[in-house]
């Protein structure tokens, strides 16, 4: 008898319909004598509608309002599947995070999940019932209510699966979403994408952070340190999806397993700077403050002058923008650029540590595409290109295909001997190549 | 500077507009130097939604997962209402029933409050923060999120304004609703009722039985016990609204305060069985365990054989059918009728019980006007006529002008000498007639 932990998203249980079928997964796996603990989100569009109610009642809620008011779309979730579950003889109860003893540090809104006392839900699977936590949400050591920000729910399953080491039992976390797995790109733009069986931590987290939608990265980040094998799988079909585990001998042989698209890039450039790291830590710092997640950052020095730049999410420009100003105030020199209409497309594998030549034939397949790359940036186990959003889905195919992703198993390369190093994260990526063309300064 | 527990209800907080106001009258006590704990139904028809949801998963969800479905509504109303005051300036904090420190028995979807652990209340107060509660709910000893049953909310405010011993600093427990008080009778059934300007516990206590909607029995009851006055007032206008309060010297020159009118009962009928108290004892125990609350009972006796006659609501009638049938077998004799189509009309009043002519001044009114009356009930402070359905609010408003409720300050009667008894419930009060007729059984 193993232990599964099942969790299931927001379309996943869009209705009471959908809510019946979860709970037909879940009975089957406990018919087959397993124990379960299921995790899920708030319905459909649910998290968006409150957050939209929210804004008909103030501009600036509390970060800690927002907490009380979001996480009620998953409780509402948890007491339909657990009625679900009853209806189809299935003993269940519905649990809060809090209940189920999930512990956060309290920051309001994006929280990290401290630790787990598991002893509710032992007591609960005991007594022969399923516990069905709620996603997204734990309680402060205060008892404040707080949230895990967006793609919380799976990690709430990775650190219920961690808690109650599904792994050493034959278990797994189960992740059910609205795809069959994990694909060498998104099938939506590139239709040659297939299906990946297996995928280690490091890939997956790295094509998560390029722009993935399948798994959260602090989700997969919990799943590697501690050990949980996640299976990514379609809330709606019994086919196998796509394992997510550790790095396997036979990973390393291959080079790239997938590509990923992220759209909708800004880039700010801080042209002819004082080569000065105080400079450099004086505008990440405000960039911070700010709440801006920065993209990649590339740097380029010419003896006392340097300049620097960075890629956001569209939507920070503005904001980005007045960060940096503040800063040029300070320093007393330079300029600001603000491009906008940028993509990045980045392929990932764990092989690349071993393989040489990744980025030239990259570079050389976009190049006799016709298409103008800005930027290149790499880590150990990905290699990226910043361009114009509008060659950005043609690019993604054009690199699917140069490292044969569109004919499965293809893409092994030449072992030169293996990197014992981790993956680094994509901030301290080496860059490769940059231009500033297209620059278009934001009034 | 007092400390005022303001309790809004669900139409009061149905949109962000109604929030605002709400949130404008609480920084009207705050800005007049009070401390101010608001409690808060969920919004609108968010309950009777949600049921409907669940309606839409099972037939028969638990009572459980019906609590942690329908304590989400709350927790909106709490989170937007927060914001709504921090959006005016005022600094506020949203809490769930638990983390208000209330705590029920544990009884899902009827918790009685157990207690309130004030500490978080106090907290938040000292730090200039206004409490903004969830109505309806607590948690139990093991953590279980339970809900006090429809009107709950009104229970939630009465007991915090006890904990925070409100009276004794010159503050109350108000009542915000979408009614500007308590009137002599339902103004939509009767025009020319008037709004009363204080009411005693006791007067409220059996009006909010007879089916007076504007506070919750078990809120009145909570507030008698503990003291607390309870102002009920509109929630969009500035007016005084009802002050419900304990019995003064003048309270007992009023004969009659008020009028009210429960529609949709059915009577139950045993005729013909033996005149032993063991059959009365057999036949509400069996009628308890099935869930049904008994309205008035009469007993007629004729040496060794009684009749026993009770009222329900109409919707519980057929149950009564199965467990009284059930009695008259295991008693094997007499027989059973049931009665639909009737309505109880009741004045209350605390004077009442040192005034003498009170049934008889009601029999004659409603006599002389040729409506029959099928039964008369009493307690200390109320007389109840049951009749026809569609007689019935004709004979309210006959009953309201007989009692002089239609020219207040003109009901007072003749004192005979107070009495120093409280008053009974309903369920012990004398028959003074009984009748029969237009008896339809049920097949």
Not at 247 to 276: F, H, Q, W
Not at 310 to 335: W, Y
Not at 400 to 420: C, I, K, Q, Y
Request: hydrophobic share 45%.
């Amino acid at each position: 008898m193993a232990v599964f932990v099942q969790k299931f998203g927001g379309t996943s249980v869009g209705d009471p319909q959908r809510i019946a079928r979860c709970a037909a997964r879940v009975q089957q796996r406990v018919r087959d004598g397993h124990s379960v603990v299921v995790v899920v989100s708030a319905m459909g569009h649910t998290t968006d509608e409150l957050i939209g109610l929210a804004g008909r009642v103030t501009d600036s809620p509390s970060r800690r309002e927002l907490d009380m008011l979001m996480a009620t779309g998953e409780q509402v979730s948890v007491a339909l599947v657990a009625m679900a579950l009853e209806r189809l003889g299935v003993p269940a109860a519905s649990l809060t995070g809090g209940q189920a003893g999930i512990t956060t540090d309290g920051a309001f809104g994006r929280a990290r999940v401290m630790g787990v006392d598991r002893s509710r839900l032992d007591a609960e699977l005991a007594a022969g019932r399923v516990p069905v936590v709620c996603g997204f949400q734990g309680i402060s050591r205060d008892g404040e209510i707080t949230t895990l920000g967006r793609g919380g729910s799976d990690t709430t399953a990775v650190a219920l699966a961690a808690a109650l080491r599904v792994a050493e039992q034959g278990g797994c976390c189960e992740i059910f979403t609205d795809v069959d797995g994990v694909y060498t790109a998104d099938p939506r733009l590139v239709p040659s994408a297939s299906k990946l069986s297996r995928i280690s931590y490091e890939e997956m987290l790295e094509l998560a952070l390029l722009g993935a939608q399948v798994m959260h990265p602090r989700a997969v980040l919990f799943g590697e340190r501690y050990g949980v094998p996640i299976h990514v799988r379609h809330s709606q079909r019994p086919d196998e999806g796509t394992l997510i585990c550790r790095e396997t001998p036979e990973m390393e042989e291959v080079m790239v397993v997938g590509a990923a698209l992220k759209p909708d890039l800004g880039r700010v450039s801080l042209r002819r700077i004082p080569n000065n790291p105080g400079v450099q830590g004086m505008l990440f710092e405000a960039v911070a403050k700010a709440g801006i997640m920065v993209d990649d950052i590339m740097q380029t020095e010419f003896g006392e002058i340097a300049s620097i730049s960075f890629t956001v999410d569209h939507g920070d420009l503005a904001d980005v923008k007045i960060a940096a100003s503040q800063v040029l105030d300070r320093v007393g020199t330079g300029e600001l650029a603000i491009e906008i209409g940028l993509a990045k497309i980045s392929v990932v594998g764990t092989g690349m540590k071993s393989h040489v030549g990744v980025a030239s034939r990259m570079f050389t397949a976009l190049g006799a595409a016709g298409i103008p790359i800005h930027n290149i940036t790499t880590s150990e186990i990905k290699i990226s290109c910043i361009l114009g959003k509008e060659h950005a889905q043609r690019a993604l195919g054009i690199a699917h295909e140069a490292f044969g992703l569109d004919r499965p198993g293809a893409s092994v390369g030449t072992s030169v001997g293996a990197s014992a190093a981790g993956a680094q994260p994509a901030l301290a990526g080496a860059v490769i190549g940059g231009t500033a063309a297209s620059a278009t300064t934001i009034a």
